[in-house]
């Protein structure tokens, strides 16, 4: 595309020459590594007298002004540079040869016989980079550049005071308008390359004239293109002049050519408002409707945009070249013909493959666009034999169709079917240019959308695996979840919860907030969600727990910062034992008259800090009360008081509701209104941990305990009151193997105890729990026995026979137990 309509300024030159920049026709030259001229303008043409056909591959140094000869005119006469003069540094020459790295400007005179003489300004941008372009050469005829009277006052000194040079184009107001439209001076070429060459003009120097030391006026693109009523008109005169047989006049022969770059330049229009019209969005399914309604009607009658499957159901890249078998999902049709009139045949959401006989096949296999001017009988009636049982004829048949690609890095993700009625105009080369420009600015917002999706579902999944999948019930308690993603800053975040078993019908709760968001505070959250687990199952004090996570988190890193709530509930001692790592305090709703507090704890420091100790505190409860443990997510927003929040989270949990589940929502509701009627309703910035525990407590009935001697003969006296406190409760059914697991657990324990007597409890719940604590510290482990040992049997036969067992360490020893299940009643 030959943009020669040139450049112009229009300064308010205050000075005494009065002087005023019109318009100037510029002249583009590009010149190729091998010397030769690959780009000649015609502003190049006018300026300099020279043919396009006539420059272009021709040595740059025979047609642009350097000291030597020149090429001959139409009479013969060569043409030649002289006086380079101002002092402006070395002459157009030494860029040509490529002794220059640095930009140049110039003037040079230039004369030829019967002619008058032209002053030129020029400069000279060196180019780098992996294209074949060598060197940007601009240049204005000076001459242009008229006095602002016509009594010559002054003008002619003004005139010779011109020099071409380079500024930032930040030194001047609409630096932004000036770069933006620079590309308007540069050749047909790639919009990347157009990109690079743009970027190292503005990174050398913006051309400017300079009228004085203080005085410069940056050179801007000046179009000049008539409007369209004048275009109308002069296109009525030249079909007038066709149809009387008489030649077009001179100025509609220039016109011409003015109506090709009109044309060009109103589809480089065009695509820039498709260009924001799209991609204002990451959402898929919106990101596809954009693009469809984009060109619908302005460039096409019907678009139907059709996307691989993978990409469809949010998959990773898309692999391998297309072929016979894939299939392609119908994911938006967009047209102008009367409503429903597509519907029935094509619907969307279809899936189906190509034949490879199809322009569609062409397309997504070769990845160019496919132009069929006119849709014959023939072959519509070979697209039509892919809609089984529906007829696609009438609506195909002696339309125009473009099929063009929809391409990310070199991958096929979709095409474009584009259909013109038959009284449109067909498409044409134009269009077929225009139309691959559009697909491919489509297919990278339609891959940002695609990879947007995918990474969402990625994170949404690493989310889920890392947050944990709570038991309903736990030992006395009853418990409900919830968690929200932020809103705003992505779908993963550092936010957790979590509970665990723990010996004597305990529970512990936990909830945690990692600082930060996105993949790494996840991983972070992870790993030291995985730490609280392990360390809560060897039984460590809340505090102690705190204290080796946050040795933990100085040995992995420094940028490992998190807050963490850990609460021990005791169900039969009715007992809470709290620990806080610089978290919000949970809330403690009592049963008894509903009143809710935030429980008064040591704040302590956030995990990660170091140094600090960290303090438990206990706290006695009753059956029935609820404990509410949250991140700050859910009650801080930015602006507004965390009291403010917190006095919410208070008041809401508070309020009765049908279910634990029931409970949590109203909760999230609750908060969520207060922060909309601060004017905070526009989402959460931040993602939200609640867990809620109401603790039932154990009743006393429900558990039996005993001290049992270090005698071999306490072992039976255990068996004894098993088998009756199991009889009382009505579990006589799990009498004989509870008192075969009671036996082995009580006589390891006699063997190995030192001299304080062993504790034997028995809860019923859910299930029944058996413990038997004594004052070894050593942990039994199942061995492998052989038929004539005579130790390893025992753990063997809990492990076999027991629900579930394990083992704990205590202050003064450890605790084995085991469960059975209950049968139900």
């Given amino acids: 595309m030959d943009r020669g309509t040139g450049m112009g300024s229009t300064p308010h030159h205050a000075g005494g020459d009065g002087v005023v920049a019109g318009r100037v026709p510029l002249a583009v030259v590009v010149v190729g590594r091998d010397g030769l001229v690959s780009h000649w303008s015609r502003g190049a043409r006018r300026l300099f007298g020279v043919a396009k056909e006539e420059a272009v591959g021709r040595p740059a140094v025979d047609l642009l002004p350097v000291s030597g000869a020149l090429p001959e005119d139409d009479e013969g006469a060569p043409y030649s540079a002289y006086a380079v003069y101002d002092g402006l540094g070395p002459d157009l020459e030494s860029s040509l040869d490529g002794r220059l790295s640095y930009p140049a400007a110039g003037r040079a005179r230039l004369t030829a016989a019967g002619s008058d003489r032209i002053d030129v300004l020029w400069w000279a941008y060196p180019l780098v980079g992996p294209g074949p372009e060598r060197l940007l050469v601009l240049a204005a005829d000076a001459g242009g550049l008229r006095p602002d009277d016509d009594n010559g006052s002054g003008g002619s000194a003004g005139l010779e005071r011109i020099a071409p040079g380079f500024a930032l184009h930040t030194d001047f107001p609409g630096a932004e308008e000036l770069a933006r439209r620079l590309p308007e001076i540069l050749p047909s070429m790639s919009v990347g390359e157009g990109a690079r060459i743009v970027a190292q003009v503005l990174e050398l120097g913006y051309p400017v004239l300079e009228f004085s030391q203080h005085d410069r006026v940056p050179v801007t693109p000046d179009w000049g293109v008539p409007r369209r009523a004048e275009r109308k008109a002069r296109r009525d005169r030249a079909a007038a002049a066709a149809v009387s047989g008489d030649p077009p006049p001179q100025d509609l022969q220039d016109e011409g050519e003015d109506l090709e770059y009109t044309a060009v330049r109103e589809r480089l229009e065009f695509l820039n408002e498709v260009s924001g019209r799209i991609g204002t969005s990451l959402d898929l399914s ?348 859910l009650v801080e927003v930015r602006g507004e008081d965390i009291g403010v929040g917190l006095a919410a989270l208070c008041e809401s949990a508070a309020h009765p509701a049908a279910s634990m589940d029931d409970a949590c929502d109203t909760i999230i509701r609750a908060l969520a209104v207060t922060f909309a009627e601060a004017g905070q309703g526009g989402g959460r910035k931040d993602d939200v941990a609640l867990l809620m525990a109401r603790l039932n407590g154990i009743e006393p009935a429900d558990v039996a305990q005993w001290r049992i001697g270090l005698s071999p003969v306490e072992a039976g006296r255990a068996r004894a009151v098993v088998r009756e406190q199991l009889h009382e409760w009505g579990l006589n059914s799990l009498a004989p193997q509870a008192e075969l697991m009671v036996s082995e657990l009580v006589t390891n324990a006699i063997r190995h105890s030192h001299s304080r007597p062993i504790e034997l409890r028995l809860v019923r719940g859910d299930t029944l729990l058996c413990e038997v604590e004594d004052d070894d510290h050593t942990l039994p482990t199942l061995l492998s026995a052989g038929p004539l040992d005579e130790v390893g049997r025992g753990m063997r036969v809990v492990s076999t026979l027991a629900r579930e067992w394990g083992t704990s360490r205590t202050n003064s020893g450890k605790t084995v137990w085991f469960e059975m299940t209950v049968p139900r009643r």
């Fill in 286 to 633: 919106r990101t596809i409707i954009e693009v469809s309604k984009a060109v619908v009607p302005r460039f096409t009658d019907v678009a139907g945009t059709y996307l691989r499957e993978q990409v469809v159901a949010g998959e990773g890249f898309p692999e391998g070249v297309p072929d016979t078998t894939t299939m392609w999902h119908r994911v938006a049709l967009e047209h102008t013909d009367e409503p429903g009139r597509w519907d029935d045949v094509v619907p969307v959401g279809e899936a189906m493959p190509f034949p490879a006989h199809t322009p569609f096949f062409q397309c997504m296999t070769t990845g160019e666009p496919v132009l069929v001017p006119r849709i014959s009988e023939q072959m519509g009636h070979m697209i039509a034999a892919q809609f089984e049982k529906r007829d696609i004829r009438p609506l195909i048949t002696n339309r125009s169709m473009l099929v063009v690609p929809l391409k990310a890095r070199n991958v096929v993700l979709g095409f474009m079917i584009l259909l013109r009625h038959p009284e449109r105009v067909e498409f044409n080369d134009m269009d077929r240019v225009t139309g691959a420009e559009l697909a491919a600015r489509a297919g990278l917002v339609l891959d940002n959308a695609r990879m947007y999706t995918h990474q969402e579902s990625v994170a949404e999944t690493l989310q889920d695996s890392m947050l944990p999948h709570i038991a309903p019930r736990m030992a006395g308690c009853d418990i409900a979840t919830r968690y929200l993603p932020g809103t705003l800053l992505g779908r993963v975040g550092g936010d957790w919860f979590d509970s665990v078993k723990l010996p004597g019908s305990r529970t512990a709760l936990v909830v945690g907030d990692v600082m930060g968001h996105g993949l790494n505070s996840a991983a972070m959250m992870g790993q030291l969600r995985t730490a609280v687990q392990t360390m809560a199952a060897l039984d460590l004090p809340p505090a102690q727990l705190l204290r080796n996570l946050d040795d933990l988190a100085q040995r992995l890193g420094e940028h490992y910062l998190a807050t963490c709530l850990y609460a021990v509930y005791d169900p039969i001692a009715s007992e809470l034992q709290i620990a806080n790592a610089g978290h919000i305090p949970p809330v403690l709703v009592r049963a008894e008259d509903g009143r809710s507090d935030l429980l008064d704890l040591p704040t302590g420091a956030p995990i990660g800090v170091g140094g600090v100790p960290f303090e438990s505190v206990r706290v006695r409860v009753a059956p029935g009360d609820r404990l509410v443990m949250c991140t700050d997510g």
